[in-house]
């Protein structure tokens, strides 16, 4: 594993992608502090394809609602990384409507960078499990549909203390995931059918059944996908309270 920790602001965008393209030959890379936007940069193009990378950890800054480039530049990340098989994205918020942007704040944030068309992540097909720690996840999931819908062979998902929405009144804990269950209500127009595991951390108060209801549509209902659900503490005490739920087939 090959650890960089960068400190925020400390060099321009030029120098860290020129020093994250250096390392083009790494299996295990793992990125802290940087500035996304530096894979915007020109130079950033200059290096070969990461052909050997299979584990990438990224943590990097919150983005706002019109922090489309930072996305964008995520993708270019990604299309240079195409035999990723494990994907851990540390604290990226995200919220959405990324397609809503004032053209004349941004432009004030990509410095030297240049610009990129559309938005879309490349379709990782060796791309076996993905981690998301961290995430503001109450724009109806838009970033994690994002990447479910570029990752067809996924078969483990991590959801770890991310922001959901706030549950609403009524029952609590099982009654609700049987509700969600039932109800079916989200229907995403994509599949992830090879999901065998996914793992979700949450906080008191928060709507996982919503959550649990989305990643039975993303599985196609196979009973293959088992839901593991933990709830934790606000303080994140040892104190859990764990529950299994096998899906419907």
Same mark, same amino acid.
């Given at each position: 594993?090959?650890?960089?920790?960068?400190?925020?602001?400390?060099?321009?965008?030029?120098?860290?992608?020129?020093?994250?393209?250096?390392?083009?030959?790494?299996?295990?890379?793992?990125?802290?502090?940087?500035?996304?936007?530096?894979?915007?940069?020109?130079?950033?193009?200059?290096?070969?394809?990461?052909?050997?990378?299979?584990?990438?950890?990224?943590?990097?800054?919150?983005?706002? #609602?019109?922090?489309?480039?930072?996305? @964008?530049?995520?993708? &270019?990340?990604?299309? /240079?990384? +195409?035999? *990723?098989?494990?994907?851990?994205?540390?604290?990226?918020?995200?919220?959405?409507?990324?397609?809503?942007?004032?053209?004349?704040?941004?432009?004030?944030?990509?410095?030297?960078?240049?610009?990129?068309?559309?938005?879309?992540?490349?379709?990782?097909?060796?791309?076996?499990?993905?981690?998301?720690?961290?995430?503001?996840?109450?724009?109806?999931?838009?970033?994690?549909?994002?990447?479910?819908?570029?990752?067809?062979?996924?078969?483990?998902?991590?959801?770890?203390?991310?922001?959901?929405?706030?549950?609403?009144?009524?029952?609590?804990?099982?009654? #609700?995931?049987?509700?969600?269950?039932? @109800?079916?209500?989200? &229907?995403?127009?994509? /599949?992830? +059918?090879? *999901?065998?595991?996914?793992?979700?951390?949450?906080?008191?108060?928060?709507?996982?059944?919503?959550?649990?209801?989305?990643?039975?549509?993303?599985?196609?209902?196979?009973?293959?996908?088992?839901?593991?659900?933990?709830?934790?503490?606000?303080?994140?005490?040892?104190?859990?309270?764990?529950?299994?739920?096998?899906?419907?087939?």
């Amino acid at each position: 594993m090959v650890s960089v920790s960068i400190l925020p602001g400390r060099f321009s965008q030029r120098y860290e992608a020129m020093l994250i393209g250096s390392l083009f030959n790494v299996m295990s890379l793992e990125l802290r502090g940087f500035d996304v936007m530096a894979m915007l940069d020109k130079e950033f193009d200059k290096f070969p394809m990461f052909d050997n990378l299979r584990t990438l950890s990224l943590l990097f800054g919150c983005l706002s #609602k019109r922090d489309v480039h930072k996305l @964008q530049a995520l993708g &270019t990340f990604l299309q /240079k990384s +195409l035999n *990723l098989e494990k994907l851990t994205l540390d604290y990226f918020l995200y919220s959405g409507s990324f397609k809503r942007l004032e053209q004349k704040e941004n432009m004030s944030r990509l410095k030297g960078a240049r610009p990129v068309v559309g938005t879309e992540f490349p379709v990782l097909k060796k791309l076996r499990t993905l981690i998301m720690y961290g995430y503001d996840l109450c724009d109806d999931f838009q970033l994690l549909r994002h990447c479910l819908r570029h990752s067809p062979n996924l078969e483990k998902l991590v959801i770890e203390c991310c922001k959901l929405p706030e549950a609403s009144a009524g029952g609590k804990g099982k009654t #609700k995931l049987k509700e969600a269950y039932s @109800q079916f209500q989200i &229907t995403p127009r994509f /599949k992830c +059918l090879k *999901l065998k595991s996914t793992e979700i951390k949450y906080e008191d108060g928060n709507n996982v059944g919503e959550l649990v209801n989305f990643l039975v549509g993303v599985s196609g209902g196979s009973s293959k996908n088992i839901i593991k659900l933990t709830m934790v503490e606000d303080d994140l005490t040892d104190d859990e309270d764990d529950e299994v739920a096998d899906l419907p087939a």
